[in-house]
């Protein structure tokens, strides 16, 4: 056989590996957060994409504030992508802006676990796939954050893996890796927040500074893929803690914009000055760690960033892209 042959029934055999994925959400359990006449959540799982109201096989709430849908897969997964089809006889423009959140806690209904991604929207009858990164999670939501809405889905379809995380290591892999950020102010090097102290006070020169940017950012390249379970940032004590306020960290193996454009892992509401909080991450899967302040001109100030996971054994991703 010749090696073009060759090649072409490899690819061949990827092509269909990669297509065979098998759709998890049909033996979950559903709940969401009301009931339109009867239709019922687990119209979302039937395994029919079909979309128009009259054949039956949407879910709908009512008309929510943040309105929610929660898929429990019953066991913990690595989420490769979600897919969501949308309904096509009426008001699609209704799913613009929902978030896809995936994560193995309850808190706000589940609604508050790490995002996967925000649907920006999705064409009447279409459905769209959401690439979640092998994120892990039991629960897989889908909510309209912010707004008085109904929420309808004609179909979920859910890929992945089950976890063999046996839980965080203890061992901060932050201080390998190789850091930089988009400016700096003094002598305030992006490599101060990995040098494994978490002294606060400025004085101190623990601390990284950028200078007053727009959208200013620090990214931590562990040089390899890890499985983040978790990321502690220490926030300045002296002076300005809010200024750290709705920051977000990201986990991806994008460079995208800086790898500003990989998944969410959190938003960081505040740390009180001089203090340190710990971010579940899921076992998201990335090489970069980036701190973002998105949107706004401010400084950005880390006194100590700390990452705790285990080294990724993925390699199916990296053949299917």
Known sequence: ???????????????????????????????????????????AIDGNRASNW?????????????????????????????????????????????????GNSLTDNGNANPRCAAISSIEAGASKTFNCNEMEGKYVNIVIPGRQEYLTLCEVEVTGQPSSNTGPTDTNIAKGGKVTQ??????????RAIDGNRASNWLEGSCTHTQNDISPWWRLDLLKKYNIHAVTITNRKDCCPERLNGAEIHIGNSLIDNGNA????????????????????????????????????????????????????????????
């Open 262 to 321: 990989n998944p969410v892992c959190a938003v960081i509401s505040s740390i009180p000055a001089g203090t340190s909080q710990t971010f579940v991450c899921n076992a998201m899967e990335g090489q970069y760690i980036n701190i973002v302040i998105h949107g706004k001109q401010q400084y950005l100030t880390l006194c100590e960033v700390e990452v705790f996971g285990t080294e990724s054994n993925n390699s199916h991703e990296d053949i299917c892209g």
């Open 182 to 191: 988009s400016s700096v102010h003094g002598d305030a090097v992006p490599e």
């Open 1 to 43: 056989m010749s090696s073009v042959v060759v090649l072409v029934w490899l690819a061949l055999l990827i092509q269909i590996s990669c297509s065979a994925d098998t759709n998890i959400a049909k033996g979950g359990k559903v709940t969401q957060s009301s009931l339109f006449g009867d239709a019922v959540p687990q119209r």
């Open 54 to 102: 009259v054949e039956g096989s949407c879910s709908h709430t009512q008309n929510d504030l943040n309105p929610w849908w929660r898929l429990d897969l019953l066991q913990t997964f690595k989420i490769k992508t979600v897919t969501i089809t949308n309904r096509k006889d009426c008001c699609p423009e209704r799913l613009n802006g929902a978030e896809i959140r995936i």
